[in-house]
T-cell receptor, first 112, second 116 residues
Framework: QQQVKQSPQSLIVQKGGISIINCAYE??????FPWYQQFPGKGPALLIA?????SEKKEGRFTISFNKSAKQFSLHIMDSQPGDSATYFC???????????FGAGTQVVVTP | DTGVSQDPRHKITKRGQNVTFRCDPI?????LYWYRQTLGQGPEFLTY????????KSRLLSDRFSAERPKGSFSTLEIQRTEQGDSAMYLC??????????????FGPGTRLLVL
């Protein structure tokens, strides 16, 4: 039973465009929401993370929007570049020691 | 490179054989996690260590699976009597855990297991 639901499964965006990935959760005990980026043959790498006490966090071209009442959060990739082509996973955890529950992933392809 | 390392990177085995994977966490990281990732899915939590103590095991971790972290340094994950359903990427992550504070988990490159 997947505790974090992620959509879309894949998306194609042109260079310079905006990629938007959405995630939803049910467990209100979750209090940490990271996004990971994974390239083929590599382990996931932390991209950006947010806690539920803020509604938005921006780091460079990556922004997380968080809606606590709707139990949803999303990743926006601005000015998408071919090097951003990867699989992106949202995740959530409820404990300070951080067992992560991952979404199923979104494969992003940025075309030149 | 001082990241998380895993060995071997790839393993092909026949059904019924035992396999063992090793994970070396980032130096001084006291927390170590094992996850399993199948094709097209996100990683699934298997087990977690704080120092040498194994604090939680997922229901995914059947009695054929055992993990250890002697002396709180490297960790091993052993799968006995492998089955074709065990074919997956096994990921290790580590973090510097401070009480009550969420810390970033750094993942290794994974060990890809194929059971024939």
């Amino acid at each position: 039973q997947q505790q974090v639901k992620q959509s879309p499964q894949s998306l194609i965006v042109q260079k310079g465009g905006i990629s938007i990935i959405n995630c939803a959760y049910e467990n209100t005990a979750f209090d940490y929401f990271p996004w990971y980026q994974q390239f083929p043959g590599k382990g996931p790498a932390l991209l950006i993370a947010i806690r539920p006490d803020v509604s938005e966090k921006k780091e460079g071209r990556f922004t997380i929007s968080f809606n606590k009442s709707a139990k949803q959060f999303s990743l926006h990739i601005m000015d998408s570049q071919p090097g951003d082509s990867a699989t992106y996973f949202c995740a959530a955890s409820e404990d300070s020691w951080g067992k992560l529950q991952f979404g199923a992933g979104t494969q992003v392809v940025v075309t030149p | 490179d001082t990241g998380v390392s895993q060995d071997p990177r790839h393993k092909i085995t026949k059904r019924g054989q035992n396999v063992t994977f090793r994970c070396d966490p980032i130096s001084e990281h006291n927390r170590l996690y094992w996850y399993r990732q199948t094709l097209g899915q996100g990683p699934e939590f298997l087990t977690y260590f704080q120092n040498e103590a194994q604090l939680e095991k997922s229901r995914l971790l059947s009695d054929r699976f055992s993990a250890e972290r002697p002396k709180g340094s490297f960790s091993t994950l052993e799968i006995q009597r492998t089955e074709q359903g065990d074919s997956a990427m096994y990921l290790c992550a580590s973090s510097l855990g401070l009480a009550g504070i969420q810390e970033t988990q750094y993942f290794g490159p994974g060990t890809r297991l194929l059971v024939l």
